[in-house]
Each structure stands twice: as structure tokens, then as C-alpha cells.
């Protein structure tokens, strides 16, 4: 019982915390109110502050310093949170004043580095049918890229009113469900205090959005989906394949947006509007209704990936099947919806 309501109160904490600080610096006489100014990959028009990442992280370390003395903190946990932290304040220094992009790399190599030296790694690559252990060398080469990417890629998604923020919610809370059912407290916890605390900050983010959360926030958080990932998939809460599922409306948007660039030899490091969220807005579809279509996406691969978690290796290979035609699908129903509004 203790532990139920210590949990329960962390995440009340989280919520509320981050709620009552993105308020807070929605207010152009706080200190914490940075403008975000539109550019060539904004698809906003008007200045609007991009300080809800450090309403985000400081919910976090409220939550976490009250709960986690409770549980018998794991060791692994200080290389994530040592990770994060260092993204976070990065990341905060490059919303403020900018920084260069070979700086910011390295923060994020030290990051992960920091997470995969703590003993966060992927052992093994497990996918239905088949179990490929890996040499240790190779397993965190491999967590290292994983988990650089995973950061970039969030930071690339975050683009779009109520789109990070969402799916922080959603993939963090089915992180926290697929913890519940592993039997996995300390797990549950975690995620579970994370997606509240992305909450608490989608009150003032969703469309039309008062505030962003800025790199502090989405890089933050592509770490720690990142992290939670491979932690997930080590400590066997779910194979990795479930993971990725759960977060593949960015892992997806992401990755072939940057392949299609690279193929048509565009210039990868230059911002633009070319991920299949922004060309839904620009294709007339705006941010309400793409945020709304992307939580049913979201939605879909968290039951998606509960219910793959429970099947045997036959169903989990339809399941992976099925959703790779459906990513085809989607992807070609915006290329139409855009040639469409060209057309016009």
C-alpha cells in the first residue's frame, strides 16, 4: 500500500508540477519565457515561448526525488538520469543562445554513452522466431547509435502543436502498462511518472499550442524513450521489436524522411517541412486535426504492441506485417492528400 500511494502521489506530483510551471512560463513577465520565432521548418506563425521542456525536466526531478528513495534505486538509473540531465541542459543552452551542431553531437554521444557505460544496453536482438544474441561490443555499439538517433529523432518530430508532447503520453504510458503487466514496479514507475509530467505540459500545448517544449524537452525525452527501450528489452518487459512499435509514428516519419532526402541528394542537416506530419498540416489538414489523427495512430501501436506482447510467434509475425503495409498505406495517402492540394 505504501508504495501504491507513494507511486500514485509522484505522479500527481509530475502532472501538477508541470502544469503549473508551463502556466507559469506561458507569461511574458516570467523569466523562462524564450520566444521561439518562426523559420523555414516552423509550422507556426507567431512568436510563442518554447520553455515547456524545463517545465517538463523540473516535474521530472520533483517527482523522482520524492519517489524514487522509496523503491531502492537502481544503479542502471543514474546513467539515464545523468544522460538526460546532460541532454537537458545542452539543450536548454541551445534554445537560449544556440550552439553549435558538432557541440550538440557531442553532448548526445556523451549522453549515451553515460546511459550504455551504466549498464543500459541491448543484449540481444529478439524477433518473433528468432533470438540473435549479440558480442557485448557489438550490443552497445549498437544502444549507442539507438539511442543518438532516438534523441535527434524527437527533436525532428517536434514541430507540430500537441505532436512530442502526445506521444510522450502515449508511448510512455504504454511503456508504463506493458511494466504493470511484467511485474516490473520500478519500470511501471518510471514511465508512468514520465507521461504524466508530458501531460501536465499538453494542457498548454495542444492546438492551438501556448507554449512548445523546445530541444530541452523533446531531446530529453527522445533519450529517455531511448533509454527506456533498451531497458525495457533488457530486463525482458518486451522484445525490442515491441518498443519500437510503440514509438514508430516518429521512428517512421523520421527515418524515411531522412532516407528520402539522402536519395534525392538533399542537404539532411538544413531544416525543412518535409516529415509526413508537416505536409498533412500543409496539405490543408491543420493542427487539430492532425494531432488527432496521430493520437489514433499513436493509440493503435500502444494496443498494437500490449496485445503483440500476449501473442504467440506466428501472431506477432502478422502483426509486424500487417503494420508495415500500414505505414506504406498512410505514407502514400499523404502523398496523394498533397499532390491533391497542389492540384488546387
Known amino acids: 500500500m505504501a508504495s501504491f500511494l507513494t507511486l500514485t502521489s509522484a505522479v500527481l506530483a509530475a502532472f501538477v508540477v508541470s502544469a503549473l510551471l508551463t502556466r507559469r512560463f506561458c507569461n511574458p513577465s516570467s523569466r523562462w519565457h524564450v520566444l521561439d520565432h518562426p523559420n523555414e521548418r516552423s509550422l507556426h506563425t507567431r512568436p510563442t515561448p518554447r520553455t515547456g521542456g524545463v517545465a517538463i525536466f523540473g516535474s521530472l526531478i520533483v517527482a523522482f526525488a520524492w519517489w524514487l528513495p522509496w523503491t531502492g534505486t537502481m ?75 532516438m534523441i535527434n529523432l524527437y527533436n525532428f518530430m ?19 502498462l506493458l511494466g504493470l503487466m511484467a511485474g516490473n514496479p520500478v519500470f511501471l514507475g518510471i514511465n508512468l511518472v514520465i507521461a504524466a509530467a508530458a501531460g501536465g505540459f499538453l494542457l498548454f500545448n495542444f492546438p492551438p499550442a501556448r507554449i512548445f517544449m523546445g530541444d530541452t524537452g523533446s531531446a530529453s525525452l527522445g533519450l529517455l524513450a531511448g533509454g527506456a527501450s533498451l531497458w525495457g528489452a ?28 539522402l536519395f534525392n541528394g538533399e542537404a539532411v542537416w538544413e531544416a525543412h517541412r518535409k516529415h509526413f506530419y508537416q505536409r498533412l498540416v500543409q496539405s490543408g489538414w491543420g493542427h487539430r486535426k492532425t494531432a488527432f489523427y496521430e493520437y489514433g495512430l499513436m493509440a493503435a501501436c500502444g494496443g498494437s504492441a500490449l496485445l503483440g506482447r500476449q501473442l504467440g510467434e506466428s501472431g506477432q509475425v502478422v502483426l509486424i506485417v500487417i503494420w508495415c503495409c500500414a505505414y506504406l498505406i498512410l505514407m502514400g495517402i499523404v502523398d496523394r492528400l498533397e499532390r491533391r492540394k497542389l492540384q488546387t
Open 158 to 176: 517536434d514541430g507540430m502543436d500537441g505532436l512530442a508532447g502526445g506521444m510522450a503520453v502515449f508511448g510512455f504510458g504504454t511503456f508504463a
Open 234 to 261: 533488457q530486463d525482458g518487459v518486451f522484445p525490442f521489436w515491441v518498443a519500437l512499435l510503440v514509438f514508430s509514428p516518429f521512428i517512421v516519419d523520421a527515418t524515411v524522411t531522412l532516407l528520402r532526402r
Open 75 to 149: 544503479p542502471l538509473l543514474y546513467g539515464l538520469g545523468a544522460g538526460a540531465g546532460l541532454v537537458a541542459v545542452l539543450s536548454f543552452l541551445d534554445d537560449r543562445t544556440g550552439l553549435p551542431v558538432r557541440i550538440r553531437l557531442a553532448g548526445h554521444v556523451v549522453a549515451a554513452v553515460l546511459v550504455v557505460g551504466g549498464g543500459i544496453y541491448l543484449p540481444e536482438i529478439s524477433v518473433p522466431g528468432l533470438v540473435s544474441q549479440m558480442p557485448g561490443w557489438f550490443g552497445k555499439a549498437f544502444s549507442l547509435l539507438f539511442l543518438i538517433w
